[in-house]
């Protein structure tokens, strides 16, 4: 069996990460949580106040201070956590506030620039399963793997609404709702590598499918692809 690159592409809220991490725990494959990265430059601009409620980030300041931000990750009691400057935010970078804020840097050029660099390096021996919003398009264009999941927004919601609180933040339906339709906007319109499917990417939507069924569905395309 062969060693390849799998791009796995999708609005927010739509369990990427979960077929990700899933896929990756099958076959012996690298996890790399690129959203995780996005969120944990967000935290980081919070952290330094130069993130604002109303949406404004300093951009001259986390420019100058972008090659600071070391973002990895650590596996803990067989959960995959992610560290910002050698500190567990595995929690802080899940809430809405932080996933708000990483929507806002993440149309940033030079911060997708420098993220998207670190990304290619974790995927030049292959055998990597990476999730986001533009594996397939700029990151890994030639991936042999590429899979763009999609779900109803209404669905999406109640996933991310059911999984926070679980982890025991609270927050609204509405607000939950709310968030999930201005990121799947802004991801979509921002200027720098926008949220869309490859041309060569196999579509997903999993609006009716429970995980096993999603699995069996991923596994067989993963499987196809790595044939020797």
């Not at 709310?178 to 579509?203: C, G, Y």
Request: hydrophobic letters at 35%; a positive charge.
């Amino acid at each position: 069996m062969k060693k390849i690159v799998v791009a796995i592409d999708g609005f927010s809220s739509c369990g990427k990460s979960t077929i990700a991490k899933q896929l990756a725990k099958e076959f012996g494959y690298i996890y790399v949580d690129t959203g995780a990265m996005y969120r944990a430059v967000s935290l980081f601009c919070i952290q330094k106040g130069w993130l604002t409620d109303n949406g404004t980030v300093n951009e001259e300041a986390l420019k100058q201070n972008i090659q600071t931000i070391h973002i990895s990750f650590k596996t803990n009691n067989g959960r995959q956590e992610t560290y910002l400057n050698n500190q567990n935010v595995e929690r802080e970078i899940r809430t809405l506030n932080v996933a708000n804020g990483a929507s806002i840097v993440s149309t940033l050029g030079f911060v997708r620039r420098e993220l998207v660099r670190q990304q290619q390096l974790m995927g030049k021996e292959k055998g990597i399963v990476m999730d986001g919003r533009d594996i397939g398009t700029v990151v890994f264009p030639d991936a042999e793997l590429k899979i763009f999941v999609t779900a109803k927004p209404e669905i999406r919601a109640e996933r991310r609404y059911k999984e926070l609180q679980d982890k025991g933040i609270q927050e609204t339906m509405s607000a939950v709702l709310a968030n999930v339709k201005e990121r799947d906007d802004r991801d979509q319109h921002r200027k720098e590598s926008p949220l869309k499917k490859a041309n060569d990417a196999l579509l997903l939507d999993n609006s009716d499918l429970d995980k096993n069924q999603q699995m069996d569905i991923v596994r067989q395309w993963f499987l196809e692809r790595t044939k020797e």
